[in-house]
């Protein structure tokens, strides 16, 4: 059967995701009317500010960090389109769920390593975590399918093409990880909490 990568009513899904990233870029960089810093990921704040749990996967560093944030969106869109997507929320849904997700899974990071009385202090910001998470789950899907997610039909069916180009972008973004000034500990917690979200 042909695929045809045209507009779907699944579409307005990214189209909303993509202009927030957008609009809060502009907001903070372009007209500076906001200070991104109150935005940002920092642990120690987390307690006192859990907005930040969300508010920073919508803030970026400059436009090359947004342009391959809107990049990943794209692809991402694609596989789901490959796979068969069939819920118009599922991936508003899945961003607000992971954000959660790979909030506890870095806060439990942490805590191991306060038992060795070691504190990190940093700040993370933007939306590869959650394409990252994407990835992970839509890996799994591409080799197993997955008909429901929290209840709700969402009519994913594997494909192997969608297996090909996921296993090679994860590898790619796995050694991307490890350049300087890119967050692995937010790359990898996404990718847990996609696999996680794949076995619910």
């Known amino acids: 059967m042909l695929f045809k990568n045209s507009i779907s009513k699944y579409d ?3 189209l909303v995701t993509g202009f927030s990233l957008i609009s809060v ?19 120690r704040l987390i307690s006192d500010q859990p907005y930040r749990i969300f508010t920073s996967i919508l803030t970026h560093a400059d436009l090359n ?13 694609y596989f789901l389109l490959r796979l068969g997507i069939k819920n118009r929320f599922f991936y508003l849904k899945f961003i607000l769920i992971c954000s959660f997700l790979n909030f506890i899974i870095i806060w439990f990071y942490e805590k191991i390593l306060s038992y060795f009385n070691i504190y990190p202090n940093y700040a993370a910001l933007g939306f590869s975590g959650i394409i990252y998470a994407l990835f992970g789950f839509l890996l799994l ?3 197993y399918g997955k008909k429901y997610f929290l209840g709700q039909e969402i009519g994913f069916k594997s ?3 969608v297996q090909k180009m996921s296993k090679t972008i994860c590898f790619i ?5 490890f350049l300087p ?16 979200l794949f076995l619910i």
């Open 25 to 43: 870029f502009i907001f903070t960089d372009l007209i500076g009317v906001i200070d991104k810093e109150y935005f940002y990921f920092v642990p």
């Open 181 to 196: 000034g890119v967050s692995l500990l937010g790359h990898l917690s996404g990718f847990i909490a996609g696999c996680f």
């Open 65 to 77: 960090h947004l342009l391959s944030n809107l990049g990943g969106i794209i692809i991402t869109r």
């Open 173 to 177: 973004g796995l050694i991307f990880s």
């Open 159 to 161: 494909n192997y093409e």
């Open 141 to 143: 899907t591409s080799f």
């Open 12 to 14: 307005w899904q990214y």
